[in-house]
């Protein structure tokens, strides 16, 4: 396995101070025999969007569960706005907000039936709760349709109103875990906007997986690119792209030279891509 290596030349991004709001320290996870997470040792700076990417059974889903208190450490620290994920967990929590890949929106609410729950689990005040769903509905577009059912919303819209229920609490630092999966090309454009627009408007951290690379080119100021359970490689785009010594290199690129473009189940990492990139195209 090609020995970790960081590949930075980074500041933070204009306007957002240079301190960090998320570390680990050789954060694992074990699963009886197997371990699922060895030794993770990352820091994003307050402003960032940060990616972590890696094939299929890297360990990223387990990264974020620990990191949002849904599962323990085995050993390690790891700690969000100075909150210790093991010892502090409702601090944590309180910190962060978390979309995940799976559906989290219910279909048989209304859009803001479904914001009024979330308000409520966050434990925002009842006088402040109307203002602040009508705030987040303002900024995600959604007003004209908060009092539709659910399941009648496109793809796009049930993930805007996902990422609406996740910020209701201002979060310092917001985890997306595969958020354009399953989305059209104009959906998938309308979520990037919206997280470049909570990084510039309200200095949100966004953590994020994406199988989608040149997403992560375009949106992330750095990446770090896991396997079998460890971070390999961590740095700025450009600056990994540079590294390879190669003409018009690209994060595909970088992905396939430190990973070795082989799945756990054996399906190489182009295939999957250009499998979910005909998914998406199909509809």
Not at 30 to 51: P, T, Y
Not at 77 to 106: K, M
């Amino acid at each position: 396995m090609t020995r970790r290596k960081e590949i930075e030349h980074y500041s933070a991004p204009p306007g957002f101070a240079d301190n960090i709001v998320l570390e680990t320290h050789g954060l694992r996870r074990r699963f009886d025999k197997f371990i699922a997470v060895d030794h993770l040792d990352i820091s994003v700076k307050q402003g960032e969007v940060f990616g972590l990417l890696g094939p299929n059974g890297a360990g990223k889903s387990t990264v974020i569960k620990m990191l949002t208190t849904l599962l323990p450490p085995s050993d390690g620290r790891a700690t969000l706005a100075g909150y210790d994920v093991t010892h502090q967990p409702e601090n944590v929590r309180r910190c962060i907000g978390y979309v995940p890949q799976a559906l989290s929106a219910d279909g048989s609410l209304t859009g803001y039936e479904n914001l009024l729950i979330f308000a409520k689990l966050y434990n925002i005040p009842s006088k402040r709760r109307e203002r602040c769903i009508q705030d987040v509905l303002a900024f995600m577009g959604l007003q004209d349709v908060q009092h539709r059912l659910v399941r009648a919303y496109s793809g796009g819209m049930i993930r805007k109103l996902e990422i609406a229920q996740s910020i209701l609490h201002q979060p310092q630092i917001l985890f997306l875990d595969e958020p354009t999966v399953g989305l059209d090309p104009i959906a998938r454009t309308a979520v990037w906007q919206l997280v470049q627009q909570l990084r510039e408007e309200f200095g949100t951290t966004i953590f994020l997986t994406t199988h989608f690379l040149e997403e992560a080119d375009n949106v992330c100021h750095r990446v770090a690119i896991m396997n079998q359970g460890k971070v390999i490689v961590t740095g700025a785009p450009i600056d990994l792209k540079a590294s390879l010594n190669k003409d018009n290199a690209t994060l595909d690129d970088v992905f396939i030279h430190y990973t070795g473009d082989q799945l756990i189940s054996g399906v190489s990492y182009r295939e999957t891509a250009r499998n979910r990139r005909t998914a998406q195209r199909l509809g």
